[in-house]
């Protein structure tokens, strides 16, 4: 796996050193039963994780002290947004539907939907963009952003430092006697690794826990196996590829392009999973849509022609993917399956717990 930063904004002098070797080893995680909160375990339904847990594994100290970071509005430069400011626990680890964009210090307004952090363990590249392929490195576009929090990765590792609490709490997570941001990075992963939702009524059921999905909603699910699974495939519901889905034809957010810098890539965002979708509206990278029936509307019948629209949706000079009313109403169904309420209201991932 390699690590993509956004151009032009790492600024910390040795971060190219940091992590060495961090991307190389991708030792499986062997999936046991374990009363422990604080160790990962693969639900048996899902594919082997993406993130390197030998480089970093998930301890009680490492995991709380993350928590504490993601709540804590220190790392941004006026001490006014956290982590949790775009990625709140009811729903599913994304952004509020006050908040349609991102908004950072200052009020500042941002140009994408804050995506559901859920399942970062299993993902290969991070963002709507897919600009960082690490999950200890994505901390840091938020961090510098100036639409987000701001900050430098200098400032935030000296504020740390002259708390009367963090390098403490540093020195138990990761016996160092003073902040580094290394350790802030993967402190933060510790947190955010374990944000694994994998206990929807689907999953019980495909994993044959004894629930049971209605008729309706096993309907939903054979539509949506005909009609939706090109893309959202897997256990994760995301082929994480990167597409064209119809929505303009010019792109002031390039997408995929801003990385790359291949136009074959202009308009094309990642796929997102579905897990918990009935809770992260509004939906798409702009937010453009509020709900579940108007993104299945745009598929049917809202496709926008572009040069780098997805082949999937323009066949035979026909746009779009041919959905009745009944199965877009069966497909709904299907998708309100996935949400977890277990995961939702887990007290693990809540300050004072």
């Not at 559901?116 to 510098?144: M, Q, R, S, Y």
């Not at 944000?195 to 689907?202: L, R, T």
Request: aromatic fraction near 12%.
């Amino acid at each position: 796996m390699r690590c993509i930063f956004r151009k032009g904004w790492i600024t910390f002098p040795a971060l190219a050193v940091l992590f060495t070797g961090c991307i190389q080893d991708k030792t499986p995680v062997i999936s046991t039963i374990s009363e422990s909160i604080y160790e990962f375990v693969k639900p048996d339904n899902f594919p082997e994780p993406t993130y390197t847990f030998s480089n970093n594994p998930v301890t009680k100290e490492g995991f709380e002290l993350g928590k504490k970071l993601f709540f804590d509005p220190i790392l941004s430069r006026d001490a006014s947004v956290s982590c949790n400011n775009c990625h709140i626990q009811a729903t599913g680890f994304a952004d509020s539907q006050q908040h349609p964009l991102s908004i950072g210090v200052d009020n500042r307004i941002g140009m994408r939907n804050a995506p559901p952090l859920t399942n970062l363990a299993f993902k290969e590249e991070f963002f709507w963009d897919g600009g960082v392929t690490h999950l200890d490195f994505v901390p840091i576009n938020a961090i510098e952003s100036e639409v987000e929090m701001d900050e430098t990765l200098e400032n935030v590792v000296r504020k740390l430092n002259a708390h009367p609490e963090y390098p403490a709490l540093f020195k138990e997570a990761f016996d160092a006697d003073t902040v580094a941001l290394p350790f802030v990075l993967q402190a933060l992963s510790q947190f955010t690794v374990m944000m694994v939702s994998a206990d929807s009524k689907y999953d019980k059921f495909v994993r044959n826990e004894g629930e049971m999905l209605s008729a309706n909603e096993l309907e939903g699910r054979e539509v949506f196996q005909a009609k939706c699974a090109s893309c959202h495939s897997g256990e994760l519901f995301t082929d994480q590829s990167y597409r064209n889905n119809g929505l303009a034809n010019m792109f002031p957010d390039e997408g995929r392009a801003r990385i790359t810098e291949n136009p074959a890539d202009i308009g094309k965002f990642r796929v997102p999973g579905l897990r918990n979708i009935d809770r992260t509206a509004p939906y798409m990278h702009n937010a453009k849509f509020w709900t579940l029936r108007e993104v299945l509307d745009h598929y049917d019948s809202g496709i926008v022609d572009s040069p780098t629209l997805d082949p999937m949706l323009k066949r035979n000079g026909q746009f779009g993917i041919e959905l009745s009313e009944v199965e877009k109403d069966r497909i709904i169904d299907f998708l309100k399956t996935l949400s977890d309420f277990e995961f939702v209201a887990n007290t693990k991932f809540m300050v004072n717990q």
